[in-house]
């Protein structure tokens, strides 16, 4: 199994793809960085950093030479990403991805002819931040974190092990879950946890706003992110997301009653079974 | 004006109370410190660390000859303290709460008969933790936090300019607002954050959990809230919760129909409203 690579390629060079340049540089796990972005020009920062080796804005070259490629785009342009990037893909490449939904960039790698050695394994860091962009980036991003890496019926085990051990060697602990059970399993905690989030703002507008305290603030704090990325992956995950919508507004909607009704002892239940599984979390 | 108090009486000595007991001390702010509780045993923690000089669980005792009284009771508690304090309270005594909704403890000691000297104005610090009991108490809580003092049209000004020195004295910042403006604020602001915070938790039991990362521990944190406060909380301060209650549904459901619909500019634009709030604030 392998553990160090020759050359790694980093498309899309901005928190996630930056952050992992810079681990993989800091924890000596490969000779050269390959950044892929829309224009040489947008990946200067990262060039002059050192964190990556080589810029380019043409995805074939970007790839070709390449041992472990990393998609680190916006989840709605991974399917095409991964059917622009295949043909140009070496022998024994490893290929992965680290979109928040993995239904799509999945299917289109399942959807590519079979290139004996080369094998696509959807990958999850679950170590976001509200910021954006290579400013944001930080080769410690991965330690301590999980990283989701997902298998099908038909993925090659060994390259799901490559896979598991590259985050790994980011820092990350690493859960293997199927595709179905991961788009479910984010879209209840943490793309409907977003929406809430953005939500709570959005209800807070006007003179409320200066009334915020310290658990506003952390409530909301993900309400700071980039709504363009989050626009694309609640698109991406469209039905998880609108049953995990549906879920939370039968909660409130059953202790909204409850405080109508003044059925007091059955919310103070309710609140405390939510509170022993915080408590567990933190 | 008074600044510095003689006998400065705590009322309920948990996070709240504890904290300003600790905080009067370290900042010289009284000669002496009483600690009012439901027992002396629940008391020794306070009086062992120093932050009390005098113990009881007589109420009428213990307000009796301080010039500065504050209850820091769960807010259904604090209507009945009011009145039962009442009639203990010394001349020239300055009398306000902590309590995080104003409407109940207000028309409490507007409906007491008329005393000279003693004066009630309402407070609420906006310094809470999802923690509770003295051993969370610290002296530093308000340190920095916003403290909200309520006015009516009946509240002697002088008392309302004493009670706010005090928490500046505290090391917070004060704003003055009425009570509607304040229980309205806080319903949105952070009774409904509360109720969220706790209803993503419940919608996230089960499976999902194991996949939580720092947006869902953040963004839940004070879901780990004791629930007797918080439903104590809620049923204080009902016909506002409902009201913000109401506000945050219709956002969702708007949100909710424009996913459905397919409407993703119209949701990245109300995201991008909800971000640049938020961004205000950090």
Redesign the interface.
Known sequence: MRTHWRRLSVVGVGLIGGSIARAARARRLCDTVVGVGRSRASLEPALAAGAIDVATDDLADGVRDADLVVLCAPVGALPGLVRAAWPHLGPETLFTDTGSVKRGVVAAAHGCSARPGVTFVGSHP???SERSGFGASDPELFAG??A?VTETAATDPGAVAEVAAFWESLGSHV?T?SVD??D???A???H??????????????G??????????????????????L??DI??EN?PA??E??D???R???C??GW??A?R?EA?????????E???K??
């Open positions: 679950m170590a976001g974190r999980l989701l859960r879950v059970a991961h479910r399993g984010v209840v905690i943490s409907l946890v977003h929406l809430a989030a953005y939500g709570l703002v959005a209800a807070a507008a003179d409320a706003l200066s009334l915020a305290a310290r658990g506003f603030v952390d409530t909301t704090r993900i309400a700071a992110s980039a709504e363009a989050w626009t609640f698109r469209r997301l609108l995990a919508i879920g939370y507004r909660i409130l909607d202790w909204e405080i109508r003044g007091w919310l103070e239940a309710a609140l405390g079974r939510a509170r599984i915080r408590e979390l933190a």
